[in-house]
């Protein structure tokens, strides 16, 4: 495989960061923000529980120390595209939660939801330890700074105006449908992401890294 060029980086840096875009909605529409927290009170958890499925999230973290050899080994891009699109398809399973409350009860809708965060965030920290060397290796020096200031201010907005929507969504409805369609349209957003970032070039395995480089 032939290194990237510079231009051929910044030619498609446009596709980070609409693709972090995206990921924004993703993120404030399923398991980050206070659309999940209400998502969790609606079904009927209590603090303790709710506080306990949030802790998966940065405790799954740990897993870096044994998946990064892994991900250098199999390519950045590569792990970050399956692992992104897993953690989309775990998410599916949230939709039905508002079934398994109805059938079971509150106590089989925790574990129901329990399972769905705990798979989410392995898949998360597993695409997450890929995206931070690879985002390293696809931005150039000379345009980090100016790449980093562009992709705040798009992602604030791409914040601002879900936030926006989220509000609206549940201030004009009172069952927990409402959630549902949240939900829905944050897998939109993460199908939309993974297609982004195909696009977005280098991420090879770092053994093909080294083979390009000269000696």
Sequence with gaps: MSEVTNLEKIRRLPWQVVGNAFNIAYCLTTFFGSVFILFLSEIGLDKARIGLLLSFLP???????????FIERFGFKRIFLW???????????LVFTPFILSKFGTEAAFYWVAGVVLLFALCRAIAETAIF???????????????????????????????AVAGYVIGHSANLGRFIILIIFGIVGGMLTLWCFSFVPGGAPVSDQKKTRPA
């Design 133 to 163: 060397p690879w985002s390293k290796e696809i931005v150039p020096d000379s345009m980090r700074g100016k790449f980093a200031a562009i992709n705040t201010i798009v992602s604030m907005l791409a914040s601002i105006l879900v936030v």
């Design 83 to 93: 692992f992104y699109g897993l953690r989309n398809f775990f998410t599916i399973f």
């Design 59 to 69: 405790f799954c973290g740990l897993t870096a120390i044994f998946t990064a050899p």
